[in-house]
């Protein structure tokens, strides 16, 4: 991994608002809390991936300390990558928007509360967990949304409403979920 790019002090990473971490094509394999705060410079992201030569991994707890945009504009078939055991995002009721391709791995939860997810840009979000709580709904606005896990799980998505306009949402069975769908 390249966490020595923080130093060997570090024990957890915070954005600011108005600030952007680009994770580039680099990636983090030790777990380092990471505090994510607003849509970044420019309106790009708080955490963004530019290039596209590889995966970029955040294997570390990520929370919102607000509403929170993260986003993929790499334009390449990699993609931003949250997980390994224990891993999470977590928020106190904060929206997370994903702009790009991105994917929450094995063993990554996503806990908003009563936050909601959007789902923008092109390319999937995967969620590969099924213990997720997203009460404050799910919005494909574009590209899609696929649960990557099997079997009959209750409220994956959490309990909000799912809204689809603009991009698709994908099961591996029609008993992952549980909310309305319009």
């Given at each position: 991994g390249?966490?020595?790019i923080f130093g060997s002090?570090?024990?957890?990473?915070?954005?600011?608002?108005?600030?952007?971490?680009?994770?580039?094509?680099?990636?983090?394999?030790?777990?380092?809390?990471?505090?994510l705060n607003g849509v970044g410079v420019n309106g790009v992201g708080a955490l963004i991936k530019t290039l596209g030569s590889g995966?970029?991994?955040?294997?570390?707890?990520?929370?919102?300390?607000?509403?929170?945009?993260?986003?993929?504009?790499s334009n390449s078939?990699?993609?931003?990558?949250?997980?390994?055991?224990?891993?999470?995002?977590?928020?106190a009721g904060f929206d997370l928007t994903v702009n790009g391709a991105s994917n929450f791995g094995n063993g990554a939860t996503?806990?908003?509360?009563?936050?909601?997810l959007t789902k923008t840009g092109d390319g999937a979000?995967?969620?590969?967990?099924?213990?997720?709580?997203?009460?404050?709904?799910v919005f494909v606005y574009g590209g899609s949304v696929t649960m990557?896990?099997?079997?009959?799980?209750?409220?994956?998505?959490?309990?909000?409403?799912?809204?689809?306009n603009g991009g698709s949402l994908e099961l591996n069975t029609s008993s992952q979920i549980a909310s309305s769908v319009t």
């Amino acid at each position: 991994g390249h966490q020595s790019i923080f130093g060997s002090s570090f024990s957890s990473v915070t954005v600011n608002s108005g600030a952007t971490l680009d994770m580039a094509d680099k990636g983090m394999s030790t777990v380092i809390p990471l505090t994510l705060n607003g849509v970044g410079v420019n309106g790009v992201g708080a955490l963004i991936k530019t290039l596209g030569s590889g995966h970029s991994t955040w294997a570390g707890t990520i929370t919102l300390g607000s509403a929170t945009l993260v986003s993929n504009i790499s334009n390449s078939p990699y993609y931003i990558y949250i997980g390994g055991v224990g891993s999470s995002v977590t928020s106190a009721g904060f929206d997370l928007t994903v702009n790009g391709a991105s994917n929450f791995g094995n063993g990554a939860t996503i806990n908003l509360g009563a936050g909601s997810l959007t789902k923008t840009g092109d390319g999937a979000l995967t969620i590969f967990k099924s213990n997720n709580t997203i009460d404050g709904g799910v919005f494909v606005y574009g590209g899609s949304v696929t649960m990557a896990s099997t079997g009959t799980y209750t409220n994956p998505l959490g309990s909000g409403a799912i809204t689809v306009n603009g991009g698709s949402l994908e099961l591996n069975t029609s008993s992952q979920i549980a909310s309305s769908v319009t």
